[in-house]
């Protein structure tokens, strides 16, 4: 969505003319601004905190030089939703979790073919825990070798005389 998008929005949720919810868009995301400029935090009950945040100047690095670069100091904005905006987009895939784990439920209860299986894995590995480990020396290969090029070409075909 964007600017436009959003003035359109506004003017039809709260029956306004276009113009007067371009205004009112424009004068909330310029007050969001001036505050975080000035270095307050901007806090949105249900919606979110707009935190303004500050680098030092720094030295960093060309990637491809290796050359030092000097990296001026910055300014800006961190924004942190809210929980009922987190709540407002997770509902509807939260809601569809919930009715796939209670339509999965019934069909993952099958104590009958699962009590057999933990009983013969345990079965089978109970020696192995009591025996001690055999360490096997690891296997050492034989360096490749191999035949020239030129003897294995006149071996395998003698040269013809006309």
């Given at each position: 969505?964007?600017?436009?998008?959003?003035?359109?929005?506004?003017?039809?949720?709260?029956?306004?003319?276009?113009?007067?919810?371009?205004?009112?868009?424009?004068?909330f995301a310029g007050s969001v601004m001036d505050t975080a400029r000035s270095g307050e935090t901007v806090s949105i009950f249900g919606f979110g905190t707009f935190k303004p945040t500050a680098r030092g100047a720094r030295t960093g690095r060309n990637p491809r030089t290796g050359a030092p670069v000097k990296i001026a100091a910055s300014k800006s904005v961190k924004f942190q939703p809210?929980?009922?905006?987190?709540?407002?987009?997770?509902?509807?895939?939260?809601?569809?979790?919930?009715?796939?784990?209670?339509?999965a439920a019934p069909a993952s209860k099958a104590p009958a073919s699962r009590g057999p299986a933990k009983k013969a894995v345990a079965a089978s590995k109970a020696p192995a825990k009591n025996a001690p480990a055999a360490k096997a020396a690891p296997a050492k290969k034989a360096p490749a070798k191999k035949a020239p090029a030129t003897k294995a070409a006149k071996s395998a075909a003698p040269a013809k005389k006309r």
């Open positions: 969505m964007n600017k436009s998008e959003l003035v359109e929005a506004v003017a039809a949720a709260a029956g306004l003319e276009r113009k007067q919810a371009e205004a009112a868009v424009s004068a809210a929980t009922a905006f987190k709540a407002a987009i997770n509902s509807k895939r939260a809601a569809g979790k919930k009715a796939a784990a209670r339509k």
